[in-house]
Protein backbone atom coordinates (compact mmCIF):
# COMPACT_ATOMS: atom_id res chain seq x y z
CA UNK A 1 0.00 0.00 0.00
CA UNK A 2 1.16 3.41 -0.32
CA UNK A 3 2.60 5.41 2.22
CA UNK A 4 -0.04 8.34 2.61
CA UNK A 5 3.16 10.12 4.50
CA UNK A 6 5.04 9.87 1.30
CA UNK A 7 5.43 13.40 -0.18
CA UNK A 8 4.46 13.98 -4.28
CA UNK A 9 7.64 16.78 -4.15
CA UNK A 10 10.63 17.57 -1.93
CA UNK A 11 12.25 20.92 -1.61
CA UNK A 12 15.54 21.28 -0.81
CA UNK A 13 16.68 24.66 1.26
CA UNK A 14 14.10 26.80 3.23
CA UNK A 15 15.37 30.40 2.31
CA UNK A 16 12.74 32.66 0.86
CA UNK A 17 12.39 30.58 -2.43
CA UNK A 18 12.68 27.19 -1.42
CA UNK A 19 9.63 28.49 1.39
CA UNK A 20 7.68 29.85 -1.51
CA UNK A 21 7.95 27.50 -3.74
CA UNK A 22 6.94 24.77 -0.90
CA UNK A 23 3.56 27.20 -0.46
CA UNK A 24 2.66 27.52 -4.37
CA UNK A 25 3.21 23.61 -4.77
CA UNK A 26 0.82 22.96 -2.02
CA UNK A 27 -1.67 25.29 -3.24
CA UNK A 28 -1.87 22.79 -5.95
CA UNK A 29 -2.81 20.03 -3.90
CA UNK A 30 0.52 18.74 -4.06
CA UNK A 31 1.98 17.10 -0.61
CA UNK A 32 5.36 18.75 -0.29
CA UNK A 33 8.25 18.29 2.26
CA UNK A 34 10.81 20.84 2.79
CA UNK A 35 14.53 20.16 3.92
CA UNK A 36 16.75 23.33 5.54
CA UNK A 37 20.15 22.42 6.32
CA UNK A 38 20.01 25.35 9.41
CA UNK A 39 18.69 24.10 12.63
CA UNK A 40 15.92 26.51 12.65
CA UNK A 41 14.51 28.79 9.61
CA UNK A 42 15.66 32.66 9.56
CA UNK A 43 17.21 35.40 7.48
CA UNK A 44 19.38 38.15 7.82
CA UNK A 45 17.68 40.90 9.81
CA UNK A 46 18.36 43.25 7.21
CA UNK A 47 15.92 44.92 4.32
CA UNK A 48 14.36 43.26 1.45
CA UNK A 49 13.05 45.46 -1.50
CA UNK A 50 9.56 43.77 -3.51
CA UNK A 51 8.79 45.37 -6.61
CA UNK A 52 5.44 45.04 -8.30
CA UNK A 53 6.12 41.65 -10.35
CA UNK A 54 6.49 40.51 -6.82
CA UNK A 55 3.60 41.73 -5.01
CA UNK A 56 1.62 40.50 -7.77
CA UNK A 57 2.33 37.27 -6.41
CA UNK A 58 2.29 37.91 -2.65
CA UNK A 59 -1.39 39.12 -3.59
CA UNK A 60 -1.89 36.00 -5.34
CA UNK A 61 -1.44 33.97 -2.35
CA UNK A 62 -2.99 36.29 -0.03
CA UNK A 63 -0.30 37.22 1.34
CA UNK A 64 0.18 40.95 0.40
CA UNK A 65 -1.88 42.59 3.28
CA UNK A 66 0.16 40.55 5.93
CA UNK A 67 3.52 42.06 4.16
CA UNK A 68 2.19 45.57 3.59
CA UNK A 69 1.23 45.51 7.40
CA UNK A 70 4.79 44.61 8.26
CA UNK A 71 6.77 46.31 5.71
CA UNK A 72 7.00 50.08 3.94
CA UNK A 73 5.21 51.44 1.19
CA UNK A 74 7.90 53.90 -0.31
CA UNK A 75 6.33 57.07 -1.85
CA UNK A 76 9.66 57.33 -4.28
CA UNK A 77 13.24 55.59 -5.41
CA UNK A 78 15.66 58.65 -5.63
CA UNK A 79 19.07 58.14 -7.19
CA UNK A 80 21.65 60.53 -6.37
CA UNK A 81 25.23 61.17 -7.04
CA UNK A 82 27.49 60.01 -4.24
CA UNK A 83 29.80 62.61 -4.65
CA UNK A 84 27.70 66.21 -4.23
CA UNK A 85 24.52 64.25 -3.44
CA UNK A 86 22.58 65.80 -6.24
CA UNK A 87 19.69 64.29 -7.26
CA UNK A 88 19.60 62.24 -11.23
CA UNK A 89 16.92 60.66 -11.09
CA UNK A 90 13.45 58.78 -9.33
CA UNK A 91 10.82 56.52 -9.97
CA UNK A 92 7.02 57.83 -8.49
CA UNK A 93 6.22 54.80 -7.05
CA UNK A 94 2.28 55.73 -6.32
CA UNK A 95 2.52 56.67 -10.01
CA UNK A 96 4.38 53.02 -10.31
CA UNK A 97 1.82 51.32 -8.21
CA UNK A 98 -0.66 52.86 -10.71
CA UNK A 99 0.96 51.40 -14.14
CA UNK A 100 1.54 47.87 -12.66
CA UNK A 101 -1.44 47.64 -10.49
CA UNK A 102 0.75 46.63 -7.61
CA UNK A 103 2.93 48.36 -5.14
CA UNK A 104 6.77 48.75 -4.71
CA UNK A 105 7.05 47.56 -0.56
CA UNK A 106 10.39 47.52 1.46
CA UNK A 107 10.28 44.47 3.87
CA UNK A 108 12.41 43.17 6.82
CA UNK A 109 14.06 39.82 5.02
CA UNK A 110 13.43 38.11 8.29
CA UNK A 111 9.75 39.28 8.51
CA UNK A 112 8.73 38.34 4.78
CA UNK A 113 10.88 34.71 5.63
CA UNK A 114 7.82 34.37 8.48
CA UNK A 115 5.36 35.30 6.69
CA UNK A 116 6.22 32.44 3.88
CA UNK A 117 7.02 30.17 7.31
CA UNK A 118 3.68 30.60 8.69
CA UNK A 119 1.94 30.05 5.24
CA UNK A 120 4.15 26.52 4.93
CA UNK A 121 2.89 25.90 7.98
CA UNK A 122 -0.52 26.74 7.62
CA UNK A 123 -0.86 24.92 4.10
CA UNK A 124 0.61 21.71 5.52
CA UNK A 125 4.29 21.45 4.30
CA UNK A 126 6.23 19.06 6.06
CA UNK A 127 9.51 21.47 7.54
CA UNK A 128 12.30 19.63 8.31
CA UNK A 129 15.58 21.19 9.83
CA UNK A 130 18.70 20.27 10.57
CA UNK A 131 18.75 18.17 7.18
CA UNK A 132 22.50 18.92 4.89
CA UNK A 133 21.52 17.59 1.51
CA UNK A 134 24.51 16.44 0.28
CA UNK A 135 23.59 14.11 -3.33
CA UNK A 136 20.97 13.66 -5.36
CA UNK A 137 19.46 11.26 -7.86
CA UNK A 138 17.32 10.35 -10.78
CA UNK A 139 15.67 7.18 -9.88
CA UNK A 140 12.74 6.04 -11.84
CA UNK A 141 9.45 8.15 -11.86
CA UNK A 142 10.93 10.50 -9.53
CA UNK A 143 14.32 11.26 -7.62
CA UNK A 144 15.85 10.88 -4.21
CA UNK A 145 18.20 12.91 -2.09
CA UNK A 146 20.87 12.44 0.74
CA UNK A 147 21.21 13.99 3.94
CA UNK A 148 24.89 14.13 5.38
CA UNK A 149 23.70 11.96 8.34
CA UNK A 150 22.91 9.35 5.59
CA UNK A 151 18.98 9.22 5.41
CA UNK A 152 17.42 9.49 1.82
CA UNK A 153 14.05 10.55 0.86
CA UNK A 154 12.33 10.34 -2.52
CA UNK A 155 9.65 11.71 -4.35
CA UNK A 156 7.91 12.39 -7.83
CA UNK A 157 10.18 15.69 -8.24
CA UNK A 158 13.28 17.28 -5.87
CA UNK A 159 12.99 21.08 -6.50
CA UNK A 160 17.01 22.48 -5.37
CA UNK A 161 16.63 26.09 -3.59
CA UNK A 162 19.76 25.69 -1.81
CA UNK A 163 21.09 28.74 -2.94
CA UNK A 164 24.40 30.53 -4.36
CA UNK A 165 26.17 27.47 -3.94
CA UNK A 166 24.10 25.10 -4.84
CA UNK A 167 24.78 21.46 -4.70
CA UNK A 168 22.20 20.37 -7.26
CA UNK A 169 23.57 22.65 -9.49
CA UNK A 170 26.39 20.20 -10.37
CA UNK A 171 24.18 18.10 -12.06
CA UNK A 172 23.84 20.30 -14.71
CA UNK A 173 27.24 22.77 -15.13
CA UNK A 174 30.42 22.71 -13.77
CA UNK A 175 30.24 26.46 -12.97
CA UNK A 176 32.11 28.59 -10.10
CA UNK A 177 30.21 31.80 -8.37
CA UNK A 178 31.55 34.90 -10.37
CA UNK A 179 33.51 37.37 -8.13
CA UNK A 180 32.97 40.88 -8.73
CA UNK A 181 35.48 42.14 -6.22
CA UNK A 182 32.65 44.39 -4.41
CA UNK A 183 31.04 43.76 -0.98
CA UNK A 184 28.04 45.11 0.93
CA UNK A 185 27.86 46.22 4.44
CA UNK A 186 24.14 46.17 6.38
CA UNK A 187 22.55 47.75 9.17
CA UNK A 188 19.06 48.17 10.06
CA UNK A 189 18.53 50.35 13.30
CA UNK A 190 16.20 52.17 15.22
CA UNK A 191 15.06 55.20 12.78
CA UNK A 192 15.73 57.61 15.51
CA UNK A 193 19.46 57.14 15.19
CA UNK A 194 19.14 59.11 11.77
CA UNK A 195 16.47 61.22 12.40
CA UNK A 196 17.44 65.00 11.54
CA UNK A 197 20.89 63.57 9.17
CA UNK A 198 18.87 63.90 6.01
CA UNK A 199 17.47 61.13 5.53
CA UNK A 200 14.74 60.64 3.40
CA UNK A 201 11.84 59.21 6.06
CA UNK A 202 9.37 57.60 2.90
CA UNK A 203 11.56 57.19 -0.15
CA UNK A 204 14.15 54.30 -0.85
CA UNK A 205 17.56 56.63 -1.91
CA UNK A 206 20.57 55.07 -3.70
CA UNK A 207 23.75 57.30 -3.62
CA UNK A 208 25.77 56.08 -6.45
CA UNK A 209 29.40 56.63 -6.48
CA UNK A 210 33.03 55.47 -8.11
CA UNK A 211 33.28 51.84 -7.74
CA UNK A 212 30.69 52.42 -4.36
CA UNK A 213 27.33 52.71 -3.68
CA UNK A 214 24.98 53.71 -0.37
CA UNK A 215 21.74 52.83 -0.16
CA UNK A 216 18.85 54.12 2.73
CA UNK A 217 15.35 53.56 3.06
CA UNK A 218 12.67 52.87 5.63
CA UNK A 219 11.54 49.64 7.28
CA UNK A 220 9.16 47.92 9.75
CA UNK A 221 6.46 51.03 8.97
CA UNK A 222 9.41 53.59 9.81
CA UNK A 223 10.66 52.64 12.92
CA UNK A 224 14.03 51.67 11.11
CA UNK A 225 16.03 52.40 8.46
CA UNK A 226 17.68 49.70 6.39
CA UNK A 227 21.32 50.75 4.73
CA UNK A 228 23.18 49.12 2.56
CA UNK A 229 27.12 49.92 1.73
CA UNK A 230 28.75 48.59 -0.99
CA UNK A 231 32.31 48.99 -2.61
CA UNK A 232 34.94 47.33 -4.87
CA UNK A 233 37.63 45.89 -2.67
CA UNK A 234 41.24 46.88 -3.26
CA UNK A 235 42.25 43.82 -1.76
CA UNK A 236 40.24 41.41 -3.56
CA UNK A 237 41.48 43.02 -7.08
CA UNK A 238 44.78 42.44 -5.94
CA UNK A 239 43.73 38.83 -5.18
CA UNK A 240 44.33 38.78 -1.39
CA UNK A 241 41.71 36.07 0.59
CA UNK A 242 41.40 38.35 3.41
CA UNK A 243 39.02 40.76 1.45
CA UNK A 244 36.17 43.51 2.12
CA UNK A 245 36.99 43.91 6.35
CA UNK A 246 35.88 46.99 8.12
CA UNK A 247 39.65 49.21 7.47
CA UNK A 248 38.70 48.99 3.41
CA UNK A 249 34.85 50.16 4.51
CA UNK A 250 36.31 53.32 5.86
CA UNK A 251 38.56 54.20 2.82
CA UNK A 252 36.23 53.53 0.21
CA UNK A 253 33.62 56.15 0.79
CA UNK A 254 36.32 59.03 1.23
CA UNK A 255 35.26 61.63 -0.89
CA UNK A 256 31.63 61.23 -0.61
CA UNK A 257 29.25 63.04 0.30
CA UNK A 258 27.91 63.93 4.27
CA UNK A 259 25.05 62.16 4.00
CA UNK A 260 26.79 58.98 3.38
CA UNK A 261 29.39 60.30 6.07
CA UNK A 262 26.93 59.81 8.32
CA UNK A 263 25.66 56.88 7.73
CA UNK A 264 28.69 55.04 7.71
CA UNK A 265 29.59 54.50 11.18
CA UNK A 266 26.29 53.19 11.67
CA UNK A 267 27.06 49.60 9.52
CA UNK A 268 27.45 46.29 11.59
CA UNK A 269 31.17 45.49 11.34
CA UNK A 270 31.26 42.49 12.46
CA UNK A 271 30.06 40.73 8.66
CA UNK A 272 29.56 41.60 5.57
CA UNK A 273 28.52 39.72 2.06
CA UNK A 274 31.20 39.43 -0.69
CA UNK A 275 29.43 39.60 -3.88
CA UNK A 276 29.13 37.45 -6.32
CA UNK A 277 27.17 35.66 -8.98
CA UNK A 278 27.06 33.44 -11.70
CA UNK A 279 27.12 33.26 -15.59
CA UNK A 280 23.44 33.01 -16.67
CA UNK A 281 22.60 28.95 -17.63
CA UNK A 282 19.93 27.87 -19.90
CA UNK A 283 18.97 24.42 -18.50
CA UNK A 284 17.48 24.41 -15.43
CA UNK A 285 16.13 21.09 -15.27
CA UNK A 286 18.00 17.50 -14.61
CA UNK A 287 15.18 14.40 -15.46
CA UNK A 288 13.40 15.32 -12.23
CA UNK A 289 15.90 17.16 -10.07
CA UNK A 290 15.21 21.06 -10.66
CA UNK A 291 17.34 24.37 -9.72
CA UNK A 292 14.79 27.50 -8.21
CA UNK A 293 16.04 30.83 -6.95
CA UNK A 294 19.90 31.60 -6.66
CA UNK A 295 20.89 28.07 -7.04
CA UNK A 296 19.87 28.42 -10.89
CA UNK A 297 20.03 32.44 -11.04
CA UNK A 298 21.79 34.33 -8.34
CA UNK A 299 22.53 37.58 -9.32
CA UNK A 300 24.61 40.88 -8.33
CA UNK A 301 21.92 42.68 -6.17
CA UNK A 302 21.83 45.87 -8.22
CA UNK A 303 18.32 45.36 -9.64
CA UNK A 304 16.59 44.23 -6.24
CA UNK A 305 15.08 41.29 -8.32
CA UNK A 306 17.12 38.04 -6.73
CA UNK A 307 13.86 36.98 -4.37
CA UNK A 308 12.07 38.46 -6.37
CA UNK A 309 13.33 36.10 -8.99
CA UNK A 310 13.30 33.10 -6.69
CA UNK A 311 9.30 33.70 -6.01
CA UNK A 312 8.54 34.25 -9.26
CA UNK A 313 9.93 30.94 -10.07
CA UNK A 314 8.02 28.83 -7.68
CA UNK A 315 4.51 30.57 -8.76
CA UNK A 316 5.75 29.98 -12.41
CA UNK A 317 6.59 26.19 -11.50
CA UNK A 318 3.00 25.92 -9.89
CA UNK A 319 0.94 27.69 -12.65
CA UNK A 320 2.71 24.82 -14.56
CA UNK A 321 2.23 21.90 -12.43
CA UNK A 322 -1.95 23.05 -12.14
CA UNK A 323 -2.08 23.17 -15.75
CA UNK A 324 -0.15 19.59 -15.93
CA UNK A 325 -2.30 17.85 -13.36
CA UNK A 326 -4.50 15.18 -14.06
CA UNK A 327 -6.56 12.94 -11.25
CA UNK A 328 -4.42 12.33 -8.10
CA UNK A 329 -4.17 8.45 -7.33
CA UNK A 330 -3.52 6.50 -4.93
CA UNK A 331 0.56 6.41 -5.53
CA UNK A 332 0.81 9.17 -7.57
CA UNK A 333 0.12 13.07 -7.84
CA UNK A 334 -1.29 12.95 -11.62
CA UNK A 335 1.02 15.75 -12.57
CA UNK A 336 2.72 15.31 -16.36
CA UNK A 337 6.20 16.22 -14.39
CA UNK A 338 8.27 16.50 -18.26
CA UNK A 339 5.06 18.44 -19.55
CA UNK A 340 4.90 21.01 -16.23
CA UNK A 341 9.25 21.19 -16.23
CA UNK A 342 9.86 21.60 -19.85
CA UNK A 343 7.40 24.63 -19.95
CA UNK A 344 9.01 26.18 -16.31
CA UNK A 345 12.22 25.37 -18.32
CA UNK A 346 11.05 27.57 -21.54
CA UNK A 347 10.45 30.14 -19.56
CA UNK A 348 12.15 31.31 -16.50
CA UNK A 349 15.81 31.16 -17.93
CA UNK A 350 15.88 33.41 -20.31
CA UNK A 351 13.97 36.29 -18.01
CA UNK A 352 16.41 35.25 -15.41
CA UNK A 353 19.16 35.72 -17.94
CA UNK A 354 18.38 39.20 -18.36
CA UNK A 355 18.10 40.13 -15.47
CA UNK A 356 21.37 38.77 -14.05
CA UNK A 357 23.09 40.43 -16.95
CA UNK A 358 21.18 43.66 -16.82
CA UNK A 359 22.22 43.71 -13.11
CA UNK A 360 26.22 43.68 -14.20
CA UNK A 361 25.87 46.20 -16.57
CA UNK A 362 23.39 48.39 -13.78
CA UNK A 363 26.32 48.00 -11.43
CA UNK A 364 28.98 48.94 -13.60
CA UNK A 365 26.91 52.44 -14.67
CA UNK A 366 26.57 53.34 -10.74
CA UNK A 367 30.06 52.61 -10.33
CA UNK A 368 31.73 55.04 -13.29
CA UNK A 369 34.57 57.53 -12.48
CA UNK A 370 35.73 60.94 -14.29
CA UNK A 371 33.88 61.44 -17.50
CA UNK A 372 31.86 58.42 -17.70
CA UNK A 373 30.46 59.42 -14.52
CA UNK A 374 29.57 62.93 -15.97
CA UNK A 375 27.75 61.54 -18.75
CA UNK A 376 26.02 58.77 -16.87
CA UNK A 377 24.81 61.64 -14.78
CA UNK A 378 23.55 63.93 -17.86
CA UNK A 379 21.97 61.08 -19.23
CA UNK A 380 19.96 60.25 -15.83
CA UNK A 381 19.01 64.05 -15.37
CA UNK A 382 17.44 64.21 -18.83
CA UNK A 383 15.39 61.32 -18.40
CA UNK A 384 11.18 61.84 -17.63
CA UNK A 385 10.36 60.81 -14.37
CA UNK A 386 7.30 58.93 -15.87
CA UNK A 387 9.20 56.78 -18.46
CA UNK A 388 8.46 53.54 -17.85
CA UNK A 389 10.61 52.15 -20.95
CA UNK A 390 13.20 50.43 -18.58
CA UNK A 391 11.51 48.91 -15.89
CA UNK A 392 7.79 47.55 -18.10
CA UNK A 393 9.89 43.73 -18.90
CA UNK A 394 10.82 43.54 -15.44
CA UNK A 395 7.85 45.00 -13.39
CA UNK A 396 5.16 43.70 -15.43
CA UNK A 397 3.28 40.65 -15.12
CA UNK A 398 5.32 37.66 -14.98
CA UNK A 399 5.31 35.71 -18.05
CA UNK A 400 3.85 32.20 -18.01
CA UNK A 401 5.05 31.67 -21.85
CA UNK A 402 8.16 32.63 -23.83
CA UNK A 403 5.88 34.80 -26.05
CA UNK A 404 4.23 36.72 -22.91
CA UNK A 405 8.28 38.06 -22.16
CA UNK A 406 8.01 41.26 -23.47
CA UNK A 407 11.23 42.78 -24.81
CA UNK A 408 13.83 43.50 -22.82
CA UNK A 409 13.51 46.88 -24.10
CA UNK A 410 12.87 48.98 -27.13
CA UNK A 411 15.63 50.92 -27.97
CA UNK A 412 18.62 51.75 -26.13
CA UNK A 413 19.13 55.32 -26.09
CA UNK A 414 22.10 57.11 -27.97
CA UNK A 415 24.56 58.55 -25.41
CA UNK A 416 23.53 62.84 -25.45
CA UNK A 417 26.99 63.84 -24.73
CA UNK A 418 28.78 62.15 -28.01
CA UNK A 419 25.63 61.61 -30.02
P1 LIG B 1 19.08 31.46 -0.13
O1 LIG B 1 18.48 32.64 0.53
O2 LIG B 1 20.56 31.39 -0.22
O3 LIG B 1 18.52 30.18 0.62
C1 LIG B 1 19.10 28.91 0.47
C2 LIG B 1 18.66 28.07 1.66
O4 LIG B 1 19.05 26.73 1.44
C3 LIG B 1 19.30 28.51 2.96
O5 LIG B 1 18.33 28.54 3.97
C4 LIG B 1 20.37 27.46 3.21
O6 LIG B 1 20.64 27.25 4.59
C5 LIG B 1 19.72 26.24 2.58
N1 LIG B 1 20.67 25.24 2.07
C6 LIG B 1 21.80 25.49 1.35
N2 LIG B 1 22.41 24.33 1.02
C7 LIG B 1 21.65 23.35 1.55
C8 LIG B 1 21.76 21.93 1.54
N3 LIG B 1 22.80 21.34 0.93
N4 LIG B 1 20.81 21.19 2.17
C9 LIG B 1 19.76 21.82 2.78
N5 LIG B 1 19.60 23.16 2.82
C10 LIG B 1 20.53 23.92 2.20
N6 LIG B 1 16.75 40.40 -3.66
C11 LIG B 1 15.60 41.10 -3.85
O7 LIG B 1 14.64 40.57 -4.44
N7 LIG B 1 15.47 42.39 -3.40
C12 LIG B 1 16.50 43.04 -2.75
O8 LIG B 1 16.35 44.21 -2.35
C13 LIG B 1 17.72 42.33 -2.54
N8 LIG B 1 18.74 42.93 -1.90
C14 LIG B 1 19.90 42.22 -1.67
C15 LIG B 1 20.94 42.85 -0.99
C16 LIG B 1 22.12 42.16 -0.73
C17 LIG B 1 23.25 42.87 -0.01
C18 LIG B 1 22.25 40.79 -1.13
C19 LIG B 1 23.49 40.02 -0.83
C20 LIG B 1 21.20 40.17 -1.82
C21 LIG B 1 20.03 40.87 -2.11
N9 LIG B 1 18.96 40.27 -2.80
C22 LIG B 1 17.80 40.97 -3.02
C23 LIG B 1 19.07 38.88 -3.31
C24 LIG B 1 18.36 37.87 -2.43
O9 LIG B 1 18.80 38.00 -1.10
C25 LIG B 1 18.62 36.43 -2.89
O10 LIG B 1 18.53 36.36 -4.29
C26 LIG B 1 17.59 35.48 -2.28
O11 LIG B 1 17.66 35.53 -0.88
C27 LIG B 1 17.81 34.04 -2.77
O12 LIG B 1 16.92 33.18 -2.11
P2 LIG B 1 17.09 31.60 -2.22
O13 LIG B 1 16.04 31.02 -1.33
O14 LIG B 1 17.14 31.18 -3.63
O15 LIG B 1 18.53 31.29 -1.63
Not at 121 to 127: I, K, P, S
Amino acid sequence: TADPNRPDVLVIGGGIGGLSAALALTRTGLRVRLYERAAEFGEVGAGLQIAPNCTRILDDYGLLDEATSLGVRPEHMVMKDAVDAGELTRLDLTDLQRRYGFPYMVIHRSDLHGIFLRACGRAGVDLVTSAHCVAYENIGGGARVRLADGRTDEAEVVIAADGLHSVARTLLVHDEPVNSAYVAYRAAIPFDQVRGNGVHEKDVVVYVGPRCHFVQYPLRGGRMVNQVAVFESPKALAGAEDWGTPDELDRAFDGMCAQIQKGLPLMWRDRWWRMFDRDPVMNWVSGRIVLLGDAAHPPLQYMAQGAVMAIEDGWVLAEHIGAQRARRSERASGVDWEAALAAYEAVRPEHCRRVVTTARAWGELWHHDGIKRLRRNTLLRSRDTHDYTFTDWIYGPTALTPEQEPELYPTIPLDPVNG
